[in-house]
């Protein structure tokens, strides 16, 4: 198939995708109880306030500011519109435009997981094409058992025993250290482990298979026959590489962000859930949709790089 084909396909694939899951978010936010909205009429009648024109007039005023007055079939058809032309308005929470407000949180956050995940792909690849090329070695085994038990470790845990060092004075704490180098080391040992054990798993499959054995006869270095084992392991691990980090980050940029108070995109929509800030949820919404889909496209654009024989219809 057509390069520009398979991109088409995905684009296309994306949109209805991201169709579906705009409106799913769209109709839970819309058509559920709104905790906000009741906690701002608790807090009237905890004030004395019972009469219903006053507390139907702060209702109104509620859904006046976030322009939810308007019928329901409305206000989707605008807020779909303004997805679609990236017009994401502004956030009800803090009043400032979404777009740069969801851009600047994405970019915070890649600032540490960019790193932590090119790091844990060469430190994973090579201690499983390690461990899998030398079954014997103590060395492999032991980075193993290692990598494992960082994966095993709770990333909170580890990241609020850290914290606590500073509670004292949390002046001392060093911005180069708490707000970047920590997460980073905790965003590595999250994906480090599951690459370990991938990389391990496929690799062995390729260690003792015929060409590996005839490569190793004719005295190739040990740098080659992994090389070709790694060539030919590489569509599987491939595949699991993008699906098992966009898993796993997902949950580790809520923890890490919140832990350490970092301004980035997991803290941003889990303020935005909290307050029932729709504009900044359903922008970053398509923030996560788009990463999906160049994801897949770059997934199956390397697959007939990595190897020719497969098609990638």
Do not use: C
């Not at 084909?5 to 296309?12: D, E, G, H, S």
């Not at 777009?99 to 994405?106: C, E, T």
């Not at 001392?172 to 980073?184: D, G, T, W």
């Amino acid at each position: 198939m057509n390069p520009l084909r398979v991109l088409a396909k995905r684009v296309a694939m994306g949109l209805a995708t991201a169709w579906i899951v705009l409106t799913s978010v769209f109709a839970l936010f819309t058509l559920t109880d709104d905790w906000v909205l009741s906690g701002r009429i608790g807090l009237a009648r905890f004030a004395g306030e019972n009469d219903p024109e006053a507390l139907a007039e702060i209702r109104a005023e509620y859904l006046a500011a976030r322009g939810l007055d308007r019928p329901l079939w409305e206000v989707y058809v605008d807020w779909i519109g303004r997805m679609v032309t990236l017009d994401w308005g502004v956030s009800i929470s803090s009043g400032e435009p979404v777009f740069p407000l969801v851009a600047d949180a994405v970019v915070r956050t890649a600032a540490y997981v960019l790193p932590a995940l090119a790091l844990a792909i060469v430190v994973g690849i090579g201690i499983g094409m390690f461990a899998a090329l030398r079954p014997e070695s103590r060395l492999g085994s032991g980075s193993v058992g290692t990598a494992y038990l960082l994966f095993a470790l709770p990333n909170f845990w580890i990241g609020g025993m850290l914290l606590s060092l500073t509670l004292e004075d949390p002046a001392a704490r060093s911005p180069l250290v708490y707000e970047h180098l920590l997460p980073i080391a905790l965003t590595f040992t999250t994906l480090v482990g599951g690459y370990v054990s991938y990389a391990r798993a496929h690799s062995r499959e390729y260690a003792t298979a015929d060409f590996v054995a005839l490569v190793r006869a004719k005295g190739a270095s040990g740098a080659r026959v992994a090389t070709h084992v790694l060539r030919n392991a590489a569509i599987p691990f491939f595949s699991m590489l993008f699906t098992e980090a966009l898993g796993l980050l997902v949950l580790a940029t809520f923890v890490i962000e919140v832990l350490f108070g970092i301004d980035g995109f997991g803290l941003l929509l889990l303020e935005a859930v909290s307050d029932r800030d729709l504009p900044v949820l359903l922008g970053g919404t398509v923030v996560v949709i788009g990463v999906g889909v160049v994801g897949n496209v770059v997934q199956d654009l390397a697959y007939g790089y990595l190897d020719p024989r497969v098609d990638m219809s």
